[in-house]
C-alpha cells in the first residue's frame, strides 16, 4: 500500500501532508507532556520492532507470503498516540532509505496507514470492546480492528489515487478494497496471535483501551476525529456520495483546481459487475459487509485460542465472564 | 551479523558522498518536486534528468548492479498502482507517464540513501527544527534495527535447527517469534533508558 512518488498530483500531495502533519504533531505534543521519560526508549525500539517483524514471512495460499503491517498491534500495546508516531517513524525510515514510498506520498502513506490504520483500527477496537466487554471480547475486537483498519486504509489510498486521476475511483475502490478484505484478514489473524501470546507471557504489557479522561485526551480525540473526517470528506466522499457532483462542483465554483478530477463514472468496466449487483462500488461494500460477518466469527474462533477457558475462570476482573 | 543492513553504501568515499548532507536532501526533493511538476510532454527535462542520475551513479561508485537490483525490486509497487490506471479511458497515457516519473524519483532517493549517512539527514532534520521526539524515535530505530533483525533471524534459524519441516514457518511459530521479538524489544528498551539515564540523557 506504499504509494511511490509520481502517483499523487500537487492538492492530493498538500492535502494529505497537512493532514497527517496535523495528526503526528498533536501527538507528539500529548506524547512530550504525558508520556514518562523511561517510555521513550520504547518507541524507539518499537519502531525497530515493527521492521523487524515485517521481515518475518506468513505463508498464504498459492506459494505466496505476506507480512503484518503493525499499526492496530502497536496501537493496542502502546496507545494510539505512541502508534501513530511509531507507524510515522517506521514509513519515513522506509521512505528514505529503502524509497519505499515516495517522498512526496510519504503523507498520503503516514495519512494512510499511520493515521487511519492506526486510529481507525484502534478507534473500532475500542469500540467493539467497550461492546462485548469481556476478555475474549477484547480479541474479538483486536481482529475486528486490524481488520477494519487495513480496509480503512485502503479505501483512503484509492480515494486519494481518484482525486489525483491517476486510476478511476469505480477500479482504484473496487481492487484496492477487495485485495485488502483477503489481506486484512491475515492481518487480523496474526494481529491476534500475536497479541494472545504476548498476553500469556507477559499481561503487563497491554495498555488499558479505556484510557482515563484527561483534557489532553480530549484534544487528542478531536483532533483525529476531525483529520480522519476531513481526510474521508477529501478523499472519499466526492466519489461515495449518492450526488456524486456535490463537492466536486463547490471545489471547482471555488477555483480550487480546474478539470482535473477524473471522470469517475465513464469507464464501463464490463468484467467487474457481478450479476444482480448494480454496480462494481455496491457489490464491494456488499461484500465488506460480508466479510465484517466473517471476520467477527473469525475473531471470535481466534478468541477462543487465544483465551483458554481456564485463563477465564482465573480472572478476577469486572469484564472476566464468559463471552455470549 | 551484518551492521551495514541498511544503508550499506552510504559511507563510502566519493565526490558525491562527500557534498554536505543538506545540501543533497534540498537537491534530491528539489527534483523529486519538479519531476513529478513538470508537464509529461517536456521531454528535454526527462531525458537531462535521467543523464544526470546516470552521471551521479557513476560518480558515486554505488554499484551500478546494486542500484539496478534496488530499482527492479521496487517495481512492483508501481505495478500495483499503474495496474489501476489502465481503467482510464487515456491508460497507456497515464500509465507511462506515471512509470517514468515514479522510476525517476525512486532512483533519486536511491541514491540519496545510498550516498548520505542516515545519522547526516537526522542532523538535517534536526538542524530545521523537526519535533524531538520524532527524531530521538528516528535515531533509536536506526540504531536498533538491525539488531532486532538480526534477532529475528536468529530466532528463525533456531526454528529451523528445532522442527523438521521443510520450507515455511506456521503462522503459530511466525506470532511467536514476532511476540517473542517484541517482548524482548521491551526488555532491550529498559536497558537501554538505564544505559542513557546513566549517561545523563534528557529528552
Known sequence: ?324 | MRHNYIDRYARLDSPVHRIRPDVKLAAALGLVLATVAVPFSLTAYFVSVTLFLILIVALSRVPVSFVVRRLLLLQPFVAGVVVLAFFRPDGWTVAARVVLKSNICLLTMLLLANTTPFSALLGVLTRFRAPGLLVTVLSLMYRYVFLLVDQGERMMRARRSRTFVRGRLSWMTGAGIVAHLFIRSTERAERVYAAMTARGWRV
Request: include cysteine; glycine fraction near 14%; charged fraction near 10%.
Open chain 1, 1 to 324: 500500500m506504499h504509494i511511490p512518488d509520481g502517483f499523487l498530483d500537487t492538492k492530493t500531495v498538500i492535502a494529505t501532508a497537512a493532514l497527517s502533519g496535523v495528526a503526528v504533531g498533536a501527538s507528539l505534543r500529548t506524547l512530550n507532556r504525558s508520556l514518562p521519560r523511561r517510555q521513550v526508549p520504547l518507541m524507539g525500539l518499537a519502531a525497530a520492532f515493527v521492521f523487524a517483524a515485517q521481515m518475518v514471512n506468513f505463508p498464504i495460499a498459492g506459494g505466496t507470503s505476506g507480512h503484518l503491517m503493525g499499526g492496530v498491534l502497536t496501537a493496542v500495546l502502546l496507545g494510539p498516540a505512541a502508534g501513530i508516531v511509531v507507524m510515522a517513524a517506521v514509513l519515513i525510515v522506509q521512505c528514505l532509505l529503502f524509497a519505499d514510498g515516495g517522498v512526496l506520498a510519504l503523507g498520503a502513506n503516514i495519512f494512510n496507514m499511520g493515521v487511519i490504520g492506526t486510529v481507525g483500527g484502534f478507534g473500532i477496537y475500542r469500540a467493539v470492546y467497550g461492546i462485548l466487554g469481556s476478555e475474549r471480547g477484547r480479541f474479538i475486537a483486536i481482529a475486528v480492528g486490524a481488520w477494519g483498519s487495513t480496509i480503512l486504509a485502503a479505501t483512503v489510498c484509492a480515494g486519494e489515487l481518484a482525486w489525483s486521476g491517476t486510476a478511476p475511483w469505480d477500479a482504484a475502490f473496487t481492487a484496492m478494497v477487495n485485495v485488502h478484505m483477503l489481506i486484512g484478514l491475515g492481518e487480523a489473524v496474526i494481529t491476534v496471535l500475536v497479541l494472545s501470546v504476548i498476553r500469556a507471557s507477559r499481561p503487563g504489557l497491554f495498555t488499558d483501551p479505556l484510557m482515563p479522561r484527561t483534557r489532553d485526551h480530549y484534544v487528542l480525540f478531536v483532533t483525529y476525529g476531525v483529520t480522519a473526517a476531513l481526510g474521508i470528506a477529501f478523499f472519499v466522499a466526492p466519489f461515495a456520495s449518492p450526488l456524486p457532483d456535490g463537492l466536486e462542483h463547490a471545489v471547482a465554483q471555488l477555483g480550487i483546481h480546474g478539470s482535473s478530477l477524473p471522470p469517475a463514472t465513464t469507464s464501463p468496466m464490463p468484467g467487474y459487475v457481478i450479476p444482480g449487483m448494480g454496480s462494481p462500488v455496491a457489490a464491494t461494500a456488499v461484500a465488506g459487509a460480508i466479510g465484517t460477518v466473517v471476520v467477527f466469527f473469525v475473531g471470535y474462533l481466534l478468541a477462543r485460542i487465544a483465551v483458554p477457558a481456564s485463563s477465564l475462570r482465573g480472572a478476577t476482573d469486572a469484564g472476566g465472564e464468559k463471552t455470549g
